[in-house]
């Protein structure tokens, strides 16, 4: 073993280590230890991954950002600070196919091993295809990509087997971009994704939090879990309406994952550069902490990015290495804190090396250093806010009214949907002394409060028309286009209703009007409620239990306009056999919309819809295309000479009186 001894091993960067990772220190005149002292091997909680092999990939002119230095330059910060000697430093080794497997194609692997054997003319042939990619290849890029991804896994495994409760993969290239069929933008191989599903393979860990805060969206990593409630994917980035790399909408906030995953993708894609420490601490408390307690991981990696730290010209945003430090600190308190910080971008050395160092200190038990007062700009609480209303369809601890950006005159303000409810409300009781209908429990009065009204003789009247909408039609002229600014004065609410209110009391029927558009996340959602679009069904459901099946009413017609009528089918869906023994008339008009269904495998609620419905459609509707097909579950579909919907229901109004004077006919009134 030249210039090694027994007991002893060297690292990467030949400097000499015991196996446990303490330096060993030559002397002259070495100090005996005394016989009855026993030796004792340091207690590590901390570890890292780190080979210079790992720089092999580099560039053939030296000017790529992603270039080797930028492991080295982190490692020597946390050694120069005396911090290296307190970590334990885990083995590495290249990633394995079955690992790699896991998340990647068979293809992809032999892409990425591929390169490894190509010639020096081979790669300058091929520098356009790997640019187009966002990539560069050398020979020693296959090596270090699978050392890279098998470092990973191997500080995860070393967190989740319990041999240490934190680590520090120092590797690149970086992976976060690299999706399950292509390698792109920097990336080879996920190294991130590949480590949590073979951790999730080997060891009793199930739910992993992954939060990424390298600046540009990890597409790659939600990609490998979007279907997947096991792993939550949190990425905040810039977006820029999907202009800023990796480009495209699937880093967007809507972007929420899909079929069991779906939730479980948290984007908080930021509007521009420039973003600093009060705002991702601000989306840090608002967003990622309360989603992350509520997912309870059991072990949480952080792709840590460091390009959005000050002074990186790709980020251009200002986190300074004491934010990183307490997004660090916060993260650590989750999964009982069983960490591991996992390197991916971030190009301006300095800027990356003073970061990781700060991350450095947290993950070995030091406090995070004191940030001065700061507020986060409009760009970032705007953003959080729109998160927080998204979000809010899936998690319970999310909750948009926290954190709506504070206008300066917010306390003196009423938003127009409040403004156009106390108008009817008001309408309604001065015209035809309609009350409001209380709903008893606190999300439905949040939501739906004031926009249920009826007749003082709906509980009486023996027939009941229930007249199921949104708003009226705001007409709105502006001075300009520039501006925006609204000419009052020639702006007015076309309220569509009123005349079929008003003969309906001179009918005397008893009328329930309900406004199924909900006030926007009053408060946090159910965790039951999935999506904000089951609000109007849930309140008309609640409606028909607990007061229309409770009346006297021998007739009821239901009355459904614009968005009321989807709302309308999924309460007869719910309740087929009521409909079919109480209700005798469904009146749709749905103007521009899609004519609501009945389901397929009702077979007795399609023949009855299909007798006792119309569905009032513009000559113009879709429905009656070329390659359409009006079906039975539509309903008896009838077209209007009118193509603006606002106009629809006045002009039918004269067909809606004589379906519903036919439907009473020879019932009791």
């Known amino acids: 073993m030249d210039g090694q001894v027994a007991g002893t091993s060297m690292d990467v960067d030949g400097e000499e280590y015991h196996q446990n990772q303490v330096p060993v220190l030559r002397s002259s005149s070495p100090v005996q230890r005394a016989s009855s002292v026993p030796h004792r091997l340091p207690h590590f909680t901390v570890g890292y991954v780190y080979s210079a092999d790992m720089m092999l990939h580099s560039s053939a002119t030296g ?3 992603e270039q080797p230095e930028r492991i080295s330059r982190i490692r020597t910060a946390i050694r120069d600070a005396n911090l290296l000697s307190k970590m334990k430093q885990i083995p590495i080794r290249p990633v394995k196919q079955d690992e790699a497997l896991l998340v990647h194609s068979q293809e992809h692997w032999h892409k990425v091993l591929a390169i490894q054997s190509m010639t020096q003319s081979e790669i300058f042939e091929s520098e356009a295809y790997y640019e187009s990619l966002s990539l560069y290849v050398t020979s020693g890029t296959t090596r270090a990509a699978r050392l890279s991804c098998g470092g990973v896994i191997e500080a995860c495994l070393a967190v989740a087997r319990g041999e240490l409760k934190k680590a520090f993969a120092i590797v690149r290239p970086p992976g976060h971009h690299a999706e399950p069929e292509e390698h792109m933008g920097f990336c080879f191989f996920n190294n991130v994704a590949v480590a949590a599903k073979v951790t999730q393979f080997l060891t009793p860990v199930r739910k992993i939090l992954i939060l990424d805060w390298d600046v540009h969206h990890g597409n790659g990593t939600q990609r490998a879990f979007n279907d997947d409630d096991s792993v939550l994917y949190i990425s905040l980035h810039r977006y820029e309406r999907g202009q800023f790399y990796p480009c495209g909408s699937f880093g967007s906030m809507e972007s929420c994952g899909e079929g069991a995953g779906l939730g479980y993708s ?4 930021w509007p521009r550069k420039g973003m600093t420490d009060a705002d991702y601490i601000h989306a840090f408390q608002q967003i990622v902490m309360p989603i992350g307690m509520e997912f309870a991981p059991d072990l949480v990696i952080i792709s840590a990015g460091f390009d959005a730290a000050a002074g990186d010209d790709l980020g251009e945003c200002f986190v300074s290495p004491a934010g990183y430090a307490h997004m660090t600190h916060m993260l650590a308190g989750l999964a009982g804190g069983n960490l591991v910080v996992a390197l991916e971008g971030g190009y301006n050395l300095d800027s990356i090396s003073n970061s990781a160092l700060a991350v450095a200190r947290i993950l070995l038990g030091e406090a995070p250093p004191e940030l ?18 998204e979000q809010s369809k899936y998690w319970k601890s999310v909750n948009p009214k926290a954190c709506e950006p504070r206008e300066e005159v917010e306390e003196i303000s009423f938003s127009i949907p409040e403004i156009l409810k106390g108008h009817r409300q008001h309408f309604l009781y001065t015209q035809y002394q309609m009350l409001q209908v209380p709903l008893m429990t606190k999300m439905f009065e949040e939501r739906f409060g004031s926009q249920v009204m009826c007749t003082s003789d709906f509980l009486e009247n023996p027939t009941i028309i229930v007249f199921v909408h949104e708003f009226g039609n705001l007409r709105i002229e502006l001075d300009g286009k520039p501006t925006c600014d609204v000419q009052m004065e020639n702006s007015y609410l076309i309220d569509f209703s009123k005349e079929l209110i008003s003969w309906v009391r001179k009918e005397n029927y008893a009328l329930l009007d309900v406004n199924v ?6 408060s946090p959602l159910p965790r039951g ?7 109007p069904r849930d309140v008309l459901t609640y409606l028909w239990d607990n007061y229309l099946q409770l009346s006297g009413a021998k007739n009821i017609i239901f009355i459904g306009h614009g968005p009321g009528c989807h709302a309308l089918m999924e ?20 103007g521009n919309m899609k004519i609501p269904l009945i389901p397929k495998d009702a077979e007795e609620l399609r023949t009855w819809y299909s007798k006792n419905s119309i569905v009032i459609v513009h000559p113009e509707h879709p429905a009656f295309a070329p390659e359409a097909k009006i079906l039975k579950r539509h309903g008896r579909v009838l077209q209007i000479d009118e193509s603006k919907p606002i106009k629809l229901i006045m002009k039918a109004l004269p067909l809606i009186k004589d379906n519903i004077k036919q439907s009473l006919v020879g019932k009791p009134q």
Request: no cysteine; proline share 10%; net charge negative.
């Open 372 to 389: 001065s007062p700061m507020v986060a700009s409009e760009a970032g609480t705007e953003t959080v806010w729109q998160v927080a209303m």
């Open 266 to 269: 948290v984007n908080i894609p």
């Open 529 to 535: 409620h999935k999506h904000v679009e089951s609000w």
């Open 517 to 522: 558009f909900p006030r926007p996340f009053a």
């Open 571 to 590: 309460l007869i869906e719910h309740r087929p056999v009521n409909m079919i023994r109480y209700v005798n008339a469904v009146i749709q008009v749905v």
């Open 63 to 65: 000017e790529h950002p």
